[in-house]
């Protein structure tokens, strides 16, 4: 069975940093393109970042470009998300998730396979 497990979430001032983390289990990590989304409240989930199998090849939207990045440690079966320079706009619910599937420059939700349950991200001005 596959999990998904986010952490890191909290509430941070603006301009602050914060450090999420995603663990997967019962798949095999390394055969996955991994991908973070976020979904603030009254709005659509969004793609934020992903990167690909090796950590080789990442791709952020224009909100997180800059500001955040995406790493992975195959060996710990652990995706990470560091954000820097913190807006009221980050405010979200974020999520971690599989995928076999790279589209450049794209984050499909429906090429995700595995998913997990957030990690709330709050952001106060």
């Known amino acids: 069975q596959v999990q998904v497990t986010e952490s890191g979430g909290g509430l941070v001032q603006a301009g602050g940093s914060l450090r999420l983390s995603c663990t997967a289990s019962?798949?095999?990590?390394?055969?996955?393109?991994m991908g973070w989304f976020r979904q603030a409240p009254g709005k659509e989930r969004e793609g934020v970042c992903y990167i690909d199998w090796s950590g080789a090849r990442t791709y952020y939207s224009d909100s997180a470009k800059g500001r955040f990045t995406v790493s992975r440690d195959n060996a710990k079966n652990t995706l990470y998300l560091q954000m820097t320079s913190l807006k009221p706009e980050d405010t979200a619910m974020y999520y971690c998730?599989?995928?076999?599937?790279?589209?450049?420059?794209?984050?499909?939700?429906?090429?995700?396979?595995?998913w997990g349950q957030g990690t709330q991200v709050t952001v106060s001005s």
């Open positions: 019962g798949l095999k990590f390394d055969n996955y393109l």
């Open positions: 998730a599989a995928s076999r599937i790279l589209r450049d420059g794209v984050m499909n939700e429906g090429d995700y396979n595995y």
